[in-house]
């Protein structure tokens, strides 16, 4: 069975990026794979080590015992919301996140990640990131981040932001699988620089190859990129933006940057879709 990985910190961050896990679940008909990782604390006993296995078996204990409390909360928000169905499996384990992360994805069928960010000083910044880059650049599976205090609502149109490459109308033809599976529409965002070598034939060819993809295309001539994407949020109720993980620098700012953040996450109030380029469903 495919698998939704869905990385907690037992914070009320990640309890409100559930909600999401659990309807692209529901839409995908995939289980969803909670995973909690720790990792043990270097302690100076002073050269006695007597009472080390003790603290050391206090700490497993105090995880195991919050990670329990956090699956009982969760079941409870998928029986609230009506999707106690969704088959819901965890794993607790020592060890590194992001190394743990690549190995489960291949062991454990995982064909989608989602998780919650809130900002600079949060569990995403911590853990991920700089490092939700690293997620995307070293977890070869698409990502789903969910900004803090965003409440999920139906998803009807997905933004996907394109240069017109090769790589592009691969990622978007996974977007469209995604739009496809919760009922949404796809609108394709490209920012043309004054500087653009794309040709209008080659628009011509993807209105063409997606005309029965339920795609629109939108040409905005423009050489502020980042401005550009946000009215496009804006003027088109984009409820998700979806990019290619390898435009890595501006998502880098919108995690990590307050500025850009602010405008984008703290106004607009979309989760991201990063699609990695060599992801095979």
Same mark, same amino acid.
């Given at each position: 069975?495919?698998? $939704? !990985? #869905?990385? %907690?910190? #037992? ?5 409100? &990026?559930?909600?999401?896990? !659990?309807?692209?679940?529901? #839409?995908?008909?995939?289980? $969803?794979?909670?995973? @909690? ?11 006695? !080590? ?9 700490? /497993?204990?105090?995880?195991?015992? *919050?990670?329990?409390? $956090? ?40 064909? !989608? ?19 939700? $880059?690293?997620?995307?650049? @070293? ?6 981040? =969910? ?7 139906? =998803? *009807?149109? =997905? ?11 691969? &990622? ?6 995604? &739009? ?18 794309? %040709?209008?034939? %080659?628009? /011509?060819?993807?209105? /063409?190859? #997606? ?65 990695? &380029?060599?992801?095979? /469903?």
């Amino acid at each position: 069975m495919k698998k $939704i !990985l #869905f990385p %907690t910190d #037992f914070s009320e961050t990640a309890n409100n &990026a559930f909600i999401t896990a !659990l309807k692209m679940a529901d #839409f995908l008909n995939y289980e $969803i794979l909670v995973l @909690h990782t720790y990792e043990m604390p270097v302690i100076n006993f002073g050269g006695n !080590l007597a009472f080390a296995p003790e603290i050391y078996s206090t700490i /497993e204990l105090d995880t195991f015992e *919050s990670f329990r409390d $956090i699956m009982a909360r969760l079941r409870d928000m998928a029986y609230a919301n009506k999707l106690d169905h969704i088959t819901i499996n965890h794993m607790l384990l020592q060890g590194g996140l992001i190394d743990t992360m690549k190995t489960i994805v291949n062991d454990e069928n995982v064909r !989608l990640i989602v998780m919650g960010t809130s900002g600079t000083n949060d569990w995403a910044s911590r853990l991920f990131g700089s490092n939700t $880059i690293d997620v995307m650049n @070293h977890v070869p599976r698409n990502l789903l981040v =969910i900004p803090d205090n965003i409440q999920y609502h139906k =998803i *009807s149109t =997905i933004g996907f932001t394109t240069k017109f490459r090769p790589k592009d109308k691969k &990622a978007l033809k996974e977007v469209v699988r995604i &739009a496809k599976k919760v009922g949404a529409e796809v609108r394709c965002l490209y920012v043309k620089p004054s500087n653009s070598d794309v %040709t209008e034939e %080659t628009i /011509e060819q993807w209105r /063409e190859d #997606f005309k029965d993809k339920d795609v629109q295309f939108v040409i905005i001539p423009h050489d502020d990129v980042k401005e550009s994407i946000h009215d496009f949020l804006n003027f088109n109720h984009i409820d998700v933006l979806a990019m290619l993980s390898y435009k890595s620098n501006f998502l880098k700012e919108v995690f990590v940057k307050r500025n850009l953040a602010k405008e984008i996450i703290g106004e607009i109030k979309i989760p991201l879709l990063a699609i990695r &380029a060599d992801y095979k /469903e």
